[in-house]
Nanobody, 124 residues
Framework: QVQLVESGGGLVQAGGSLRLSCAAS????????MGWFRQAPGKEREFVAA????????YYADSVKGRFTISRDNAKNTAYLQMNSLKPEDTAVYYC?????????????????WGQGTQVTVSS
């Protein structure tokens, strides 16, 4: 079992930055990949970024590449999503997820545990 708690969401103006955190407990943190997904009102949940168990491999959705950075600190059992140059279309509830395996994936089916989500709102 893995428990995930996100924090760091909020309201920011376009062009601003936010850093989301995801604190994990339960299973050994360094044994699984982590991912970030988001869901905007009326839309399906979509992949944002993923990182493998060591942090040595990362993947990004094209829509956030170059603006968002995923990272993890295995000593602190925490994953992060640094979001820069935010746009109104980034507005969504952001979820972190713990992978079933150690390798990163964009596929939501590869994630077994999910946080409760944190709201990010970007005003124009």
């Amino acid at each position: 079992q893995v428990q995930l708690v996100e924090s760091g969401g909020g309201l920011v103006q376009a062009g601003g930055s936010l850093r989301l955190s995801c604190a994990a407990s339960g299973r050994t943190f360094s044994s699984y990949a982590m991912g970030w997904f988001r869901q905007a009102p009326g839309k399906e949940r979509e992949f944002v970024a993923a990182i493998n168990w060591s942090g040595g491999s990362t993947y990004y959705a094209d829509s956030v590449k170059g603006r968002f950075t995923i990272s993890r600190d295995n000593a602190k059992n925490t994953a992060y999503l640094q979001m820069n140059s935010l746009k109104p279309e980034d507005t969504a509830v952001y979820y972190c997820a713990a992978g079933r395996y150690s390798g990163a994936s964009y596929d939501h089916r590869m994630y077994a545990y999910w946080g409760q989500g944190t709201q990010v709102t970007v005003s124009s």
